[in-house]
């Protein structure tokens, strides 16, 4: 069955430093999502993309973030420079069609395994 | 931003009985409801959805109901089994807002065999 991966499973950085977070969606899924989990909190959306661009970014997705599909099968979120509170499970999904079904349809987003980002 | 509510953390089920697991929502723009399942060490999977036009949908051991006039749903599973012990989101969508899924903070099920 097909699955989203995430790389690597746990990522340590120090403060102020740059990461990137890789995603192999599913392959014929056209719709990207990252969401965030902090310890003891809920899963919070962070941002979609469809078509190469951002369709959709919560508050959380500021300056410091940035998404990019880089080939035919990566998706990957960059944090510029770390913060401590950016310590969170990060989960990739993707979905075959946008969820914008209308109030009949929901199309299934499916989730990555996550990685779990400690800032030091 | 508590527009997703799952009152309950934690729930424990015998074997067999009926798990039911109660979701509490305030915004009114949401269409389509949702319940994700996540194991430790997994990403969330998708459960059962429910469009804000019903009010029941049934999926073999899981039910879930929508009381859109007391803007609340509840999962139900029956009969409960060990392999249903997970931690269950509720979670929804919004008409003007489709990418975007807002989860509740989950609620600890363990069924006890």
């Known amino acids: 069955e097909p699955e989203v991966t995430q790389t690597p499973s746990h990522q340590v950085t120090q403060m102020g430093q740059e990461v990137i977070l890789r995603c192999v969606p599913i392959s014929n899924h056209l719709y990207f999502y990252w969401y965030r989990q902090i310890l003891g909190q809920k899963v919070e959306f962070l941002v979609s993309f469809y078509n190469n661009e951002i369709s959709e970014k919560s508050e959380i997705f500021d300056d410091q973030f940035s998404v990019e599909r880089p080939d035919g099968s990566n998706f990957t979120l960059k944090i510029r420079s770390t913060k401590l509170e950016d310590s969170a499970m990060y989960f990739c999904?993707?979905?075959?069609?946008?969820?914008?079904?209308?109030?009949?349809?929901?199309?299934?987003?499916?989730f990555g395994p996550g990685t779990r980002l400690t800032v030091l | 931003d508590q527009q997703v509510k799952q009152n309950s953390p934690s729930l424990s089920v015998q074997e067999g009985r009926i798990s039911i697991l109660n979701c509490d929502y305030t915004n009114s723009m949401f269409d389509y409801f949702l319940w994700y399942k996540k194991y430790p060490a997994e990403g969330p999977t998708f459960l059962i959805s429910i469009s804000s036009i019903k009010d029941k949908n049934e999926d073999g051991r899981f039910t879930v109901f929508l009381n859109k006039s007391a803007k609340h749903l509840s999962l139900h599973i029956v009969p409960s089994q060990p392999g249903d012990s997970a931690v269950y989101f509720c979670a929804a969508r919004m008409k003007t807002s489709y990418d975007k899924v807002i989860f509740g903070p989950g609620t600890s099920l363990s069924v006890i065999p």
């Open positions: 999904a993707s979905s075959e069609e946008s969820l914008a079904g209308g109030p009949s349809s929901y199309n299934e987003q499916f």
